[in-house]
Structure formats: C-alpha cells, structure tokens
C-alpha cells in the first residue's frame, strides 16, 4: 500500500548573495586544514514538504525519460554493507552489466560506487583518494552533473578518444546512477527523487562549483519551489534500485536540465 507521506528537504537558499557570487565548495582531503581559507558559501534551508508520493505501487508510470528516474528489479550478488577494493570492483563490473542489458547499450562505464552511512563527519574534510571510506549522506537537493559540464565530464570519464568516436558516430550518452538499499526493508534515510517534469530548469536551478585539488566540477543546487513533485518507495529493498538521470546528449522531449 502507498503510503504519503510529509518531509522536510533541505534547499539551497534563493538568496541575492548568488546573484553576484556563484555557489561554490571546495572539498579537502581529509588531514589537510583550511586555515583561513573559506571552504563554502552555501546557505541552506530546510523546507516542509507537504506530501511526498509513495512510488511503491506505481512505478510503472515513472521512466527515466519523462520523470528523470524509475525504480528497477534487479539482485545484486553483493548484498553486505562491507567494503573493500575486490568488492567496489566487482560490483562496478556487476552493475555494467546489469545497465547494458536495461538500456540495450552498446557500452557502459561504471566509474564509481561508495557506500554511504549515516553517522557524524566533518563536511569540510573527505577522504577523496580512498573510495573505500564510507560516505555520509547527502542531504540537500542537488543534481550531480549540469549540462554546461557534463560534456567535459564525459570527456573526462571516457577518454577523449572514446567519447570523440562515440559522438561522431552519433550515439545517444547517458550518465545515470544507481541506488540500492543494503538492507532488507529500508526506514532510515530513504532516497527522495524529484519529478522532471515538475521543474523549470532555468529558474529553479543553478550551478554551482565543487573543487577538490584535482579537479573543479560543477552540480545544480536546487531551490525549494511549491509546484515540485517529490516522491520515495516506502520499505525499499535490496533487490529495487532506482536508476536516476545525471546528463543526457540527446534533447527530444526527454528529461534533460537543459
């Protein structure tokens, strides 16, 4: 049975400051402090939402190219919350293969995956070069790729050679993400997911910079609006994954922030 229900969401403030300052946070390694170097000038509030939609009955009628995102079936052969090199890959390795035969792609790079926790953490300080850390999780509305960036991202992430090949060839690129449970019925921190359609990506979003030593990124923040439609899968399990859309090459009606 769905079960509504009302949240409160964390947004980035739709402040003056950022008509004439760009969002930005710079992310330490952990061990390194920031002196007097101001690491962030990201203000956030804590907005009330009065019905978040229960997905469970109805993900049929949400796809990742109208809604942004869709909750799938699909057993992973790596149920532990346990990390370590052998098994990131494995599951990276895994988690191609299960998106190949999702999408019918020709190709699939999984170049990531961590595991998040919830429990204390200093946010100006991460762990970047040790994947094997777990990660707390995020709590503000954000979207992990904007489209001014996301090409060199892809550059970024292919190589160059590949992802010149694959655009001269014509081939539709995606960056998406995939999300489990690591438990068998999921109660603490579910993954809410906003409804593309329900955004103006010109007046509801806005880059913003995440720097780390190696490289300088940039995501949208994603201010609070009454018209958005947010929505979460009571009781989710290990074998249901959302698949959720970062960046896509092709503009036909589809979801994409720009």
């Given at each position: 049975?769905a079960?509504?229900?009302?949240?409160?969401?964390?947004f980035l403030?739709?402040?003056?400051l950022y008509g004439t300052?760009?969002?930005y946070?710079?992310?330490?390694?952990a061990?390194?402090e920031n002196?007097?170097?101001?690491?962030?000038?990201?203000?956030?509030?804590?907005t009330?939402?009065?019905?978040?939609?229960d997905?469970r009955?109805h993900?049929a009628e949400?796809?990742?190219?109208s809604a942004g995102?869709?909750?799938?079936?699909?057993?992973?052969g790596?149920?532990t919350?346990?990390t370590?090199?052998?098994l990131?890959?494995?599951?990276k390795r895994?988690t191609?293969?299960?998106?190949l035969?999702?999408f019918g792609?020709?190709y699939?790079y999984?170049w990531?995956a961590l595991?998040?926790?919830?429990?204390?953490?200093?946010?100006?300080?991460?762990?970047?070069?040790?994947?094997?850390?777990?990660?707390i999780p995020v709590?503000?509305a954000h979207?992990?790729?904007?489209?001014?960036?996301?090409?060199e991202?892809?550059?970024?992430?292919?190589?160059?050679?590949r992802?010149r090949?694959f655009l001269e060839s014509g081939c539709?690129i995606?960056?998406v993400n995939?999300?489990?449970?690591?438990?068998?019925?999921l109660?603490?921190?579910?993954?809410?997911?906003c409804?593309?359609?329900s955004?103006?990506p010109?007046?509801?979003?806005?880059?913003?910079?995440?720097?780390?030593?190696?490289?300088?990124?940039e995501?949208?923040?994603?201010?609070?609006?009454?018209?958005h439609?947010?929505h979460?899968?009571s009781?989710q399990r290990?074998?249901?994954?959302?698949?959720?859309l970062?960046?896509d090459?092709?503009?036909?009606g589809n979801a994409r922030?720009?």
């Open positions: 049975m079960t509504n229900v009302r949240g409160t969401v964390r403030a739709d402040l003056p300052e760009k969002p946070r710079l992310l330490l390694p061990g390194i002196g007097n170097i101001k690491t962030h000038n990201l203000v956030y509030e804590e009330e939402i009065s019905c978040i939609r997905l009955g993900e949400f796809d990742i190219d995102f869709e909750v799938v079936q699909h057993c992973s790596f149920t919350a346990a370590g090199q052998e990131l890959d494995g599951y895994e191609e293969q299960f998106l035969r999702h792609a020709s699939v999984c990531d595991v998040r926790k919830r429990k204390q953490a200093v946010r100006e300080q991460f762990n970047i070069r040790d994947r094997l850390v777990e990660n709590y503000h979207n992990d790729e904007t489209f001014s960036r996301g090409w991202s892809l550059s970024f992430r292919l190589g160059e050679d992802y090949r539709r995606r960056m995939t999300w489990r449970s690591l438990v068998d019925s109660e603490d921190n579910p993954l809410t997911l409804d593309w359609r955004i103006d010109r007046k509801d979003l806005i880059e913003s910079d995440q720097i780390v030593p190696s490289r300088e990124t995501i949208y923040h994603i201010f609070a609006r009454p018209h439609r947010w979460w899968l009781r290990r074998d249901e994954v959302y698949i959720f970062q960046f090459t092709r503009a036909d922030c720009r």
